[in-house]
């Protein structure tokens, strides 16, 4: 509307905006389109530019720290919501120079430490945000050639220097360490993914049962429902290919994860309203995934005949949604193709 003129306030009302979730709008007005304008603004700023040393005369040292300090919080932001939409994120790792963040970025304008920022999760969350990018380059209908072992050697050093506590803070970037490996790994670019895959989902699942139990489950940001979702998908998947192999044990363990997803799922719908139909999506997993180990248990019918469920294709997707517009999908809409995580 024109009534801010600083452009360095819009990149920040934006982000704030961006976490205000109106209605079931999810390609006009979301928190997607919110974080495309703050970084949008943001690049027509410099942001993304290294202001080096010899700027000092043009833009005071503050004023820099502050520029670094939002660029880096920006590109967070576009990064988690780029995985949360499964769209292409605005930001792409060649077109920035903008250094790391510092310690000496976590500090007041009076000298003193910023008590109220965690230096270690901000710091640590940029260099996860980074490795994210270049796992959704990988993603990319024309995506080059990329050595994904050089991306799980990143993932793993950051394992490595990860704070191993519970707070609330430790376990935000476990959950979102493990859905950044879920999604490089559920495609199974690697001979380990499937491993890898299900040791992502375990993680994020047990996560978050510590969360609620801290009572601190009001504080997930929004890509933590695409986390759980990605782990209810990988423990169907694991159910599916179990049953195949005819390997039930496997399959009721990877059942029992699945349902285990539902509290969570439940306690996470009270803060984002999109999440109500995610916990109806995986209720209606549930249910089939038990069909399909039922029906496995059984012994095998003659051939030219078979028991097998038909996986996903009867959930009915307008009555989970629980009254979201969405358009006819006719007759040709097949479920299990858009399920299929590959």
Known sequence: MRYENDRVFLVQAALLIAWHVEDSDTISNNAYYW??????????????????ERSHIIMPT???RIYRKLWWAVLQ??????????RPAMIRSEDYDQPPLQDDDFFNF???????????????????????????????????????????TRLADLTIRMPHTHDFWSCQLRISHSLVTLV???????????????EAASIILTTFETIIAQNSIRKCSLHCSTA???????????????TESRSLMRAVSAHAQLERVLRPMEALSAYWPHVEALHKLCVRLCG???ERIKSSSVPQTPAGTSTDVQG???????????????????????????????
């Open 228 to 242: 759980l979702l990605a782990a209810a998908m990988q423990f169907s998947q694991d159910v599916k290919t179990a």
């Open 62 to 64: 503050a004023d820099r």
């Open 35 to 52: 974080v495309g304008q703050a970084t949008r603004i943001a690049h027509g700023l410099g942001m993304h530019r290294d202001l080096s």
């Open 110 to 152: 009076n000298g003193s430490a910023d008590a109220l920022a965690r230096k270690d999760f901000c710091l640590i969350n940029a260099e996860l945000c980074e490795i994210a990018l270049d796992v959704l380059s990988l993603n990319a209908p024309r995506a080059k050639w990329v050595d994904t072992g050089s991306i799980d």
């Open 288 to 290: 089939r995934c038990s």
């Open 312 to 342: 996903y294709v009867d959930i009915p997707l307008q009555d989970i949604m629980a009254g979201y517009q969405l358009p006819d999908l006719g007759t040709m809409f097949v479920a299990e193709d858009w399920m299929n995580t590959s």
């Open 77 to 86: 932001a576009e990064t988690y919501t780029a995985l949360e939409y499964g």
């Open 184 to 198: 490089l790994h559920r495609c199974g670019r690697h001979a380990d993914s499937a491993v890898l895959s299900r």
